[in-house]
């Protein structure tokens, strides 16, 4: 019967004979979740014995990570922006990259918050396109609760996703403050009065080149929802078709902010100066070029 500490050891030198990294810190969250306890307990309950339940879940769990089942699947959980974030295999797990596109957003909005004098005649209206699990919508309607004058929709083409999107917004306590619409891109708010009157579009959207996903790690590959992936030939696609909207739906002072594939920053930056928009980039804690924040030219 395994104890904590037995139970840690034989975990790790598993999931290193896999071929993985980060085995410590892996098999810790597994065993937290098996057993419920939060990582620190485990170490102030290191001689406890695994009940025979704890402990035929722990190797299933483990010997799935060996597969490449991702941990944020198994447990059914990811945090981004300091929040708890419900996660299935219908949805892309979030990335920590990903933060400093809500930050961005954040900025953006407190400034025009800031500039309208928060008046229900100039109500601030923000988009998160192809909202997957919600992190980006839901982590921004937390940080702007309390704002009035700021309304929040969220599109979503997969009807698995949206439904763990909803759940997010919900265990968050803002399903009321945001709008979730079912749909591609920024089609479902044609004939809605939206036109021309969105402050703020943000999206992370596929961008991976189909034939490039064959080559992706096993863990995004064997796992992870190809919807959420393929950007098609080339990566573009999504973000042609977006930026070509965009112009549409943004006011005349409207941001378009877009998080990047650093490899395709060139391409996407034609893209934009083709359509008559300017824009600047922002780089990531790795310095990688990740984000474009995009308006266009008046």
Request: charged share 25%; aromatic share 8%; proline share 5%.
């Amino acid at each position: 019967m395994f104890t904590v500490n037995k139970a840690l050891l034989w975990a790790k030198n598993y999931l290193k004979k896999c071929g993985l990294e980060n085995t410590a810190l892996e098999a810790e969250v597994l065993l937290a979740f098996c057993i419920k306890l939060d990582r620190v307990a485990l170490y102030r309950q290191n001689e406890r014995f695994l009940s025979p339940e704890e402990e035929e879940n722990f190797r299933r769990m483990i010997k799935r990570r060996g597969q490449r089942e991702p941990v944020a699947y198994l447990t059914g959980h990811k945090e981004f922006m300091s929040l708890d974030f419900l996660v299935n295999p219908a949805v892309l797990i979030p990335r920590p990259e990903t933060e400093l596109l809500v930050e961005k957003a954040l900025e953006i909005i407190n400034a025009k918050v800031f500039k309208v004098g928060q008046t229900q005649k100039d109500k601030i209206l923000i988009v998160d396109v192809g909202t997957g699990s919600g992190a980006i919508a839901v982590s921004i309607a937390k940080h702007i609760k309390n704002l009035s004058g700021v309304y929040i929709y969220a599109t979503e083409i997969s009807p698995a996703a949206l439904d763990v999107a909803r759940l997010n917004a919900k265990r968050h306590g803002v399903a009321g403050n945001i709008t979730f619409w079912p749909g591609d891109l920024l089609e479902p708010l044609k004939n809605q009065g939206c036109e021309g009157q969105i402050s703020l579009i943000t999206a992370n959207l596929p961008y991976i080149p189909t034939l490039e996903i064959d080559r992706l790690e096993p863990d995004v590959r064997l796992y992870e929802p190809r919807l959420a992936l393929d950007g098609g030939k080339d990566g573009l696609d999504f973000y042609r078709r977006l930026i070509s909207q965009g112009g549409e739906f943004l006011r005349p002072d409207g941001y378009l902010l877009m998080e990047i594939d650093p490899a395709v920053i060139n391409q996407i930056s034609w893209l934009l100066i083709a359509a008559g928009w300017k824009f600047n980039v922002f780089f990531d804690l790795a310095g990688k070029e990740r984000l474009i924040a995009a308006v266009q030219e008046v």
